[in-house]
């Protein structure tokens, strides 16, 4: 049994203006039985001097000093040092709600967890200069994830990657000791963005886990963080953890290709790497056009080679990454060209267009079919089936949200109200929107007046990647740089093809 319950390891690296308050967001909890050991990472400014009085008064702060060798290696050290049951790390620029300690050590002894995930908020540094650029990470996933179910590691991973509850910090989640020990997990040493790989390889390790809607951890942003760095450095992290998550992946589940979640996991990590290159593209002369190029070829050969579930996905944000951080204009015209040819785009996406369409029975005369959603999306769906399948004989009516029954025509056919449809009588319902596909489905629902009525959806789960109203990505690259002044990428959808 253990005297203290709980370690929290906090890495130090010239971070004066902040540790105080991090160190005592601890020394203030409710929870009393822990203790806190801080790893001095070579730090060069007076870090250790503002929280040096506080190391002195408290017997439960240990201080271990070591030459400069990254957050990894400190969070290592504080693991290999620490004598509680429990383990949280905490960034000395960050800080914690009082009774995080309590709230988290009940919730792992009571239910026997591995790891407890809990929320928390992002907030601005006062003197942080880039708001215009970097977005907050919203951490808050009450409404994605049952806070009620204790659930396997590997299944966590998949109920949250999907729901887009995934986050990466090792700060928003309590570990127990003993489940870090006996799996050898720690954290690769020299590496940055080290939580991509150890929250990873935490997940589908676990045997019990379990996640609660508290927002009790504050993450702060800042100038000179190493999350807002970009470096060649970077570049070479994020590839090290692509293939040794890929590789620890493999070794477990087999075949990733027939695995959407985790081939679009991996799609994430390659649209991250692309993102950084571009931006070191524009901070480093060094890097330059080859190394670039490099990264691009990278991530394709990964792609093509593996994760054939979601190559559209992939490359249309990448193309777009391009289009919105690199200035020359040329060079972005050549790289998309690059892109789309090596990669076959355009005919991957009339493979899917096809798939999609095959069975609608729009060349049916005797069929009345209706279709949910005006714009792009559907003349682009209605023109593809005539190019592509055969001339449309069916009779449609189109439905909208909000024009009035026969107040408007589209592509020269009836338009009615979503509200009229209990006064027709459709064979069946396609629903044609990529971004509101399920708000659509659920109007829908509400006035339909017998529920054997069939109604298509273009897009699923498995394959939920918009294949109709996609903009022309090489006639478009010039535009985007128009635009680049009102947009910005927040590693969210900001996508340059029609919803």
């Known amino acids: 049994m253990n005297e203290i319950d709980v370690s929290i390891i906090v890495p130090l690296y010239n971070a004066e203006k902040y540790v105080r308050k991090s160190i005592l967001s601890v020394i203030n909890q409710t929870f009393k039985n822990y203790e806190i050991i801080i790893v001095n990472d070579g730090s060069t400014d007076n870090s250790v001097d503002n929280i040096i009085d506080l190391v ?4 439960n702060i240990r201080l271990i000093y070591q030459t400069n060798k990254g957050a990894a290696v400190a969070r290592n050290v504080g693991i290999r040092n620490s004598n509680g049951e429990w383990i949280y790390f905490l960034d000395s620029d960050d800080y914690i709600d009082k009774d995080l300690l309590k709230i988290c050590f009940e919730e792992c002894t009571n239910n026997n967890l591995d790891v407890l995930h809990f ?35 590997e299944e966590f991973f998949y109920e949250s990657y999907r729901k887009n509850a995934y986050r990466l910090s090792a700060c928003l989640a309590f570990f127990r000791k003993k489940f870090l020990m006996d799996n050898e997990l720690f954290f690769t040493d020299g590496l940055l963005h080290e939580d991509q790989e150890f929250v990873f390889k935490a997940a589908f390790l ?7 809607p508290n927002k009790i951890f504050y993450r702060r942003v800042r100038e000179n963080s190493v999350s807002q ?7 070479d992290s994020i590839k090290y953890i692509i293939e040794t998550n890929m ?9 990733i290709n027939k695995d959407f979640i985790l081939s679009k996991y991996f799609d994430d990590l390659y649209i991250d790497l692309s ?44 193309s777009e990454i391009i289009m919105k951080i690199i200035k020359d204009t040329d060079l972005v015209n050549e790289l998309v060209e690059y892109i789309l040819k090596r990669s076959g785009f355009y005919k991957i996406l009339n493979n899917e267009r096809l798939d999609k369409v095959k069975n609608l029975e729009l060349c049916n005369s005797e069929k009345t079919i209706g279709i949910y959603g005006l714009g792009t999306h559907t003349s682009d769906l209605i023109k593809f089936y005539e190019e592509n399948i055969e001339k449309i004989r069916c009779k449609i009516i189109f439905i909208d949200s909000f024009k009035e029954t026969n107040s408007i025509k589209f592509l020269n056919r009836e338009v009615i109200n979503v509200k009229d449809i209990v006064n027709y009588d459709f064979d069946k319902v396609i629903i044609s929107s990529y971004g509101y596909q399920e708000e659509l489905y659920k109007e829908l629902k509400k006035y339909i007046k017998y529920n054997t009525l069939p109604i298509v959806k273009l897009y699923t789960e498995d394959y939920p990647y918009c294949v109709f109203g996609i903009k022309n990505l090489e006639k478009n690259t010039i535009k985007m740089q128009n635009e680049r002044s ?11 093809w029609n919803r």
């Open 275 to 318: 993102y950084k290159a571009s931006q070191l593209y524009e901070v480093d002369g060094k890097f330059g056009k080859e190394g670039l190029l490099g990264v691009i070829n990278y991530c394709l050969d990964h792609i093509l080679d593996t994760l054939d579930i979601s190559i559209m996905y992939a490359i249309r944000y990448i």
């Open 229 to 235: 760095k970009i470096s060649f450095k970077t570049i």
């Open 56 to 59: 002195n008064k408290y017997n």
């Open 119 to 153: 929320d928390g908020k992002a907030f601005y540094d006062e003197n942080f200069s880039q708001r215009n650029e970097v977005g907050l990470e919203d951490f808050n996933r009450e409404e994605l994830l049952n806070s009620e179910k204790i659930y396997s590691g």
């Open 247 to 255: 590789k620890f992946i493999k070794n477990r589940k087999g075949n």
């Open 206 to 212: 676990a045997d019990r886990i379990k996640y609660i």
């Open 486 to 496: 009102q947009r910005k990428y927040e590693g969210k959808s900001t996508c340059i």
